[in-house]
């Protein structure tokens, strides 16, 4: 593990960087509009790739969902999964297709109960990946409101939040 | 609860309070509508359901769907299994529709063990949907009459829909309310993974009925003998997610005649599983060991004799 993989167990850090990210983003979203989403996407996507795939192996799917999987990647989910843990979790928590790693949601899911902004978005309703938006910018994709494709009838909120002893 | 939808035996049982037997179904390795028959044969007569595996285990078989059409036109109650593994979205909502035009309301929204459990490891892993989307999915056109893509049906799909529970791996303490949302997304009741280990679905159990699902989704237990203490070998290491406690093992290791004492053991999980708060069946799986979980269902007065309507 990388000096900046370790940075994963620090949740409570990172969704913090996120959020001052996120807000950055959002100061700069004029700027974004001004010189167009399309070459904004370019402009953002070197970085984000660089940034995120340190720390967290970003796959550049395009529809960042870090801070609400316990600022753990699901892409890295060989099964792609991204609303929970498969039934295939071998003992010790470790992952059904690639013994040798820990399951990314048993990670996911300790490490979001440590969070206090985003920690109970492990259980919202993910929609399927948008396959259009592999490999453009997250951040751009958020701002421009593109969308996964869901109808409006897709569910996203559960009311389930973590119980915080 | 809400309303019976499908009107089909397995819903209807299950909304009657009766506690259900379900029976799990490997479809052959064949293109002979007798095979399929013949696998259902024994436990069809015990079964409340049968569930048709969809590549279990990721190895092929005549498909899940073709299979429930011809148990469902020879008179038995199925459950169809729908696994993420090798279909996109647009393969699962047609085939969803073909589904319940054929009659198969009842559908089990599964991930799928990965190709590489089975025997095509050479094969691409699709997963473009997980399985909680798929329910959600499945809900919609149901209930909106609608492709995800916003496309009206003309006539909307009934389905009874059912999700995967495994409280045996971890992490144990994210498993029931992940049943949460599956719930939400649109699960009605829910299968699990094979059940050794009594003390842990108890806990698990005890959450779930704090979450208060029991009221929400019914909850059917699986189980199924062993033949050895190989089986249980081969189910500890071959089979993704399943977990037999090292007492199980040792008991079968010991035990003189071992067709017997895997089937006592089997009893005895199902009679302290039936006194679990929330539990509403049990889901017999015992392949290649139909005649053994027959006499189990016999023993424990499951035959469906007596549950007849």
């Given at each position: 593990?990388?000096?900046?993989?370790?940075?994963?167990?620090?949740?409570?850090?990172?969704?913090?960087?996120?959020?001052?990210?996120?807000?950055?983003?959002?100061?700069?979203?004029?700027?974004?509009?001004?010189?167009?989403?399309?070459?904004?996407?370019?402009?953002?996507?070197?970085?984000?790739?660089?940034?995120?795939g340190?720390?967290?192996?970003?796959?550049m799917?395009?529809?960042?969902?870090?801070?609400?999987?316990?600022?753990?990647?699901?892409?890295?989910c060989?099964?792609?999964?991204?609303?929970g843990?498969?039934?295939?979790?071998?003992v010790?928590?470790?992952?059904e297709?690639?013994?040798?790693?820990?399951?990314?949601?048993?990670e996911?899911?300790e490490?979001s109960?440590?969070?206090?902004?985003?920690?109970?978005?492990?259980?919202?309703?993910?929609?399927?990946?948008?396959?259009?938006?592999?490999?453009?910018?997250?951040?751009?994709?958020?701002?421009?409101?593109?969308?996964?494709?869901?109808?409006?009838?897709?569910?996203?909120?559960t009311?389930?939040?973590?119980?915080r002893? | 609860?809400?309303?019976?939808?499908?009107?089909?035996?397995?819903?209807?049982?299950?909304?009657?309070?009766?506690?259900?037997?379900?029976?799990?179904?490997?479809?052959?390795?064949s293109?002979?509508?007798?095979?399929?028959?013949?696998?259902?044969?024994?436990?069809?007569?015990?079964?409340?359901?049968?569930?048709?595996?969809?590549?279990?285990?990721?190895?092929?078989?005549?498909?899940s769907?073709?299979?429930?059409?011809?148990?469902?036109n020879?008179?038995?109650?199925?459950?169809?299994?729908?696994?993420?593994?090798?279909?996109?979205?647009?393969?699962?909502?047609?085939?969803?529709?073909g589904?319940s035009?054929?009659?198969?309301?009842?559908?089990?929204?599964?991930?799928?063990?990965?190709?590489?459990?089975?025997?095509h490891?050479?094969?691409?892993?699709?997963?473009?949907?997980?399985?909680?989307?798929?329910?959600q999915?499945?809900?919609?056109?149901?209930?909106?009459?609608?492709f995800l893509?916003?496309?009206?049906l003309?006539?909307?799909?009934?389905?009874?829909?059912?999700?995967?529970?495994?409280?045996?791996?971890?992490?144990?303490?994210?498993?029931?309310?992940?049943?949460?949302k599956?719930?939400?997304?649109?699960?009605?009741?829910?299968?699990?993974?094979?059940?050794?280990?009594?003390?842990?679905?108890?806990?698990?159990?005890?959450k779930?009925?704090?979450?208060?699902?029991?009221?929400?989704?019914?909850?059917?237990?699986?189980?199924?003998?062993?033949r050895s203490?190989?089986?249980?070998?081969?189910?500890?290491?071959?089979?993704?997610?399943?977990?037999v406690?090292?007492?199980?093992?040792?008991?079968?290791?010991?035990?003189?005649?071992?067709?017997?004492?895997?089937?006592?053991?089997c009893?005895?999980?199902?009679?302290?599983?039936?006194?679990i708060?929330?539990?509403?069946?049990?889901?017999?799986m015992a392949?290649?060991?139909?005649?053994?979980?027959?006499?189990?269902?016999?023993?424990?007065?499951?035959?469906?004799?007596?549950?007849?309507?």
């Amino acid at each position: 593990m990388s000096v900046f993989n370790r940075l994963r167990n620090y949740p409570h850090i990172l969704e913090v960087a996120y959020q001052f990210t996120e807000w950055i983003m959002q100061g700069m979203h004029p700027f974004f509009k001004w010189i167009g989403y399309e070459r904004a996407s370019k402009l953002l996507r070197l970085p984000e790739k660089i940034g995120k795939g340190a720390v967290f192996n970003c796959q550049m799917c395009g529809q960042c969902t870090l801070h609400f999987t316990g600022m753990t990647c699901p892409m890295g989910c060989p099964k792609n999964l991204r609303n929970g843990p498969c039934g295939g979790v071998r003992v010790g928590g470790f992952c059904e297709v690639d013994a040798s790693m820990k399951c990314v949601w048993v990670e996911a899911f300790e490490r979001s109960q440590k969070m206090k902004v985003y920690g109970d978005g492990i259980f919202e309703i993910r929609p399927p990946l948008n396959h259009r938006l592999v490999n453009s910018s997250a951040f751009i994709n958020l701002l421009s409101l593109r969308s996964d494709g869901m109808p409006e009838v897709w569910q996203t909120q559960t009311g389930l939040v973590h119980d915080r002893k | 609860m809400t309303e019976n939808r499908t009107g089909g035996r397995f819903e209807s049982a299950l909304r009657a309070g009766k506690f259900v037997v379900t029976a799990e179904v490997t479809p052959p390795d064949s293109a002979d509508a007798q095979d399929v028959l013949k696998a259902a044969q024994t436990l069809g007569r015990y079964a409340d359901a049968l569930n048709v595996t969809d590549g279990s285990g990721a190895n092929c078989h005549i498909s899940s769907v073709a299979a429930c059409a011809l148990l469902s036109n020879a008179g038995y109650e199925v459950i169809f299994q729908m696994s993420c593994r090798d279909r996109n979205r647009i393969a699962m909502q047609g085939e969803l529709l073909g589904a319940s035009a054929l009659g198969l309301h009842n559908v089990l929204c599964l991930t799928g063990d990965d190709v590489t459990a089975g025997d095509h490891p050479q094969a691409k892993r699709v997963f473009d949907m997980d399985s909680t989307q798929l329910l959600q999915t499945a809900r919609i056109m149901r209930d909106d009459g609608i492709f995800l893509s916003g496309r009206k049906l003309s006539a909307k799909p009934k389905f009874f829909l059912g999700g995967a529970d495994n409280p045996f791996v971890e992490p144990f303490e994210f498993r029931p309310l992940r049943l949460a949302k599956k719930i939400q997304a649109g699960a009605e009741f829910f299968q699990s993974q094979y059940c050794f280990d009594v003390e842990r679905l108890k806990s698990h159990m005890q959450k779930v009925c704090e979450l208060g699902l029991h009221e929400k989704a019914f909850f059917i237990i699986g189980l199924g003998p062993l033949r050895s203490e190989k089986t249980a070998e081969f189910l500890r290491t071959k089979v993704p997610g399943v977990r037999v406690p090292e007492s199980v093992v040792e008991r079968m290791r010991k035990a003189q005649d071992k067709r017997a004492e895997g089937k006592k053991i089997c009893v005895e999980i199902i009679q302290q599983v039936r006194e679990i708060q929330g539990v509403t069946g049990i889901h017999m799986m015992a392949y290649k060991q139909e005649e053994a979980g027959a006499e189990i269902l016999e023993e424990v007065g499951l035959n469906n004799k007596e549950m007849m309507r």
